[in-house]
């Protein structure tokens, strides 16, 4: 099956340009174009698998990359649709952070996302544990909790904000995004998979 990028409507946003959102969206439909051709590739390797071994597992580790930045920019652009919205303390949500955290979830998520190269600071939620697990993907393919769900997802790839805040301006972006962030999707996502 041929993945097909998705579309979100989004508010301007402060502190993340239109045109930076407009860059950024133009490569996340790469990582859809880029899942689907190498798909498509794997299929026409695999009938010679002998000859083509090389190319063929160079493609199949290649292919959870493209899966996972396609994934992932699809949590992340959602999370600013219908503009920002502070998390509801009194919601399943806001009561579990606040009893996993207290009032420190932002500067701990921030911590992850202000660690030097390009990945993604992640939270996760794991259902056996019931509990959050937060993180950092390198890229975006390498150390996840496997099977765990995303609940919220910042991009922290030099192109999300070098246009913006230059080289240096991931602490600035970060905080925008915080600013812009709709809480109320996180909430939704955290209902949907502890119901
Ligand atoms: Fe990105």
Redesign the pocket.
């Known amino acids: 099956m041929e993945y097909t990028p998705k579309t979100f409507t989004l508010p301007s946003l402060d502190g993340i340009s239109a045109k930076s959102v407009e860059e ?1 969206l133009s ?2 439909q790469g990582y859809v174009k880029n899942f689907n051709t190498i798909s498509a590739k794997m299929v026409e390797y695999a009938q010679d698998s002998e000859k083509n071994a090389h190319a063929l597992s160079e493609l199949i580790r290649r292919r959870s990359f493209e899966f996972d930045g396609m994934r992932l ?1 699809e949590i ?1 652009f959602a999370q600013f649709e219908d503009g920002a919205k502070e998390l509801d303390a009194n919601s399943a949500l806001g009561q579990q952070m606040e009893k996993e955290y207290r009032q420190h979830f932002t500067e701990y998520f921030k911590a992850i996302g202000n660690m030097r190269g390009p990945g993604w600071a992640l939270l996760y939620w794991d259902k056996e544990a019931k509990q959050f697990l937060a993180g950092f993907s390198g890229e975006q393919h390498q150390g996840h909790f496997v099977t765990l769900p995303v609940i919220l997802a910042l ?1 922290v ?1 030099e ?2 904000y070098l246009l913006d805040h230059g080289a240096l301006g991931k602490t600035k972006y970060i905080d925008a995004f915080f600013k812009n962030l709709n809480w109320g999707v996180i909430e939704k996502r955290f209902e949907e998979i502890t119901k």
């Open positions: 950024h490569l996340y920019h992340y991009d790839w192109h999300a």
